[in-house]
């Protein structure tokens, strides 16, 4: 008998399989836990865009969910491609009814080629529903200016957005660096309602192939959280996750290619990740 | 830059992650290829059963094949639980209209609990529009029967059932032995348009963690023809990949579990398995 840790993912479809549960499923297979799903929305999606987008009613989530809740041991999940309101409504709802715990909440919101991820009325449901429930939130840049309402510019904005997010009832936020193309590096900023606080530096990486960052980053950090790692080596090994993925790149696709799920496992040696105290 | 045959499997959603396009994902990602998937339906759904299916409606099938049919280079091809008569139309078109080859056709129809996966007027649709595309079918014995219209009780009806299958068109076919519970051996049995025959027989396995074999199995066998393998070495590593899943169980949930995925790459010595020619 193989003692292993079962997560889920909810989260929308990607039909091209560099992001959304499928770039989940994949991240948790390569980190040695078990994957579960429950679909949002699918989407019709390729390296060169979202061509279509398929919600699913509220009843087939919460259908998922319950199939879920009612058979197995979550000891981490995540969301992603939340879409509308009332799906995020019914996803906070399961979460508490399970009382699942480690919830890396990922704000997906608007797709690379410019798709809507995320209508606007769901803002407010995100802020007010999820977030209260999340142990950590992973916005990049853009994603924390909307939550927060503020420009970030510099370092003194970066942490007073997220202490703003903070005031949304999240455990922890991690900004991530990977939209400040100016830096030659890829600054992560972390900060917990206690104060606790640091940074994960690497190399920046210039590359077009990218598509599914965000999804695989959470899903590491899910899959890591799930094995009992703290929250610091949790985040520590996820970044380094990302980074041989965008490293070792596949070259799929004519637009921006999914990210190298494998390359972790197989090159290890490409994620190189500084904490900075 | 790293060169990775891409796939497709075009199947159903099981939220419980054991079997349809999640259990693809995880083989493809385990036997080094890269997995896209089309979603014809989401179920939810968990070890102990089917408790609700949401079948996507054509246009959105369609809006998923053609998002990987403008993008991607299929190496081989897969399909799992297709649901319904159009569904199938629409995927026989998909594959026509770009090209694809290796074509793997897993018949999903019912589960193991009972529950409805490919509605009774979609056998014809199978037999009639994809079958004639399919490099290799692969049912077990119910399936068989059901396709053959006849009984399967000895070898000999075997290779009947096996002769009318051919009939359909389909290039070749494997009946696989799984349901053959009297038996001390698991035995899949192969016929070639050509004439070629052989059986592939591993030792039984009793186990209830089979949820999802069949979509593994079909998985692997899609895996392993995307590399450019002949059918019958596709065939063995495909067995040898479901032999292990099975051997080396997670035990996850409190009905049928999930088979393990990942025991093949960790546990290769588990997959025992000998040609019959």
Chains 1, 2 share one sequence.
Request: net charge neutral.
């Amino acid at each position: 008998m193989v003692a292993i840790k079962q997560v889920l993912t909810i989260a929308g479809s990607d039909s091209g399989g560099g992001a959304g549960i499928q770039a989940d499923i994949k991240t948790f297979q390569e980190l040695g836990v078990f994957g579960t799903s429950t679909i949002t929305a699918v989407t019709a999606q390729n390296t060169c865009g979202v061509h279509g987008v398929y919600p699913l009613t509220v009843e087939a989530v919460k259908g998922q969910i319950d199939a879920i809740g009612a058979d197995f041991q979550l000891a981490a999940l995540k969301t992603g491609m939340l879409f509308n309101a009332e799906i995020i409504a019914e996803t906070a709802k399961g979460i508490s009814k399970y009382g699942w715990k480690n919830l890396v909440v990922d704000p997906v919101m608007i797709a690379k080629g410019g798709a809507v991820l995320l209508q606007e009325d769901a803002l407010e449901a995100l802020r007010g529903l999820l977030l209260p429930l999340a142990a950590v939130f992973t916005p990049n840049i853009p994603e924390a200016e909307m939550l927060s309402g503020m420009e970030i510019r510099n370092a003194a904005d970066r942490k007073k957005a997220a202490e703003k997010i903070l005031a949304t009832g999240t455990e922890a936020v991690v900004i991530k660096g990977g939209h400040a193309k100016s830096s030659a590096f890829a600054e992560d900023y972390y900060l917990h309602q206690n104060g606790e606080t640091f940074i994960l530096r690497s190399p920046w990486i210039e590359t077009e192939q990218t598509h599914g960052t965000g999804c695989t980053f959470s899903a590491a950090l899910t899959a890591e959280l799930a094995k009992g790692r703290t929250m610091q080596e949790a985040l520590h090994t996820a970044k380094r996750f990302i980074q041989a993925a965008l490293s070792h790149q596949l070259h799929i696709g004519a637009g921006h290619g999914p990210t190298n799920h494998a390359a972790f496992q197989r090159f290890p040696e490409k994620g190189r990740v500084h904490l900075v105290q």
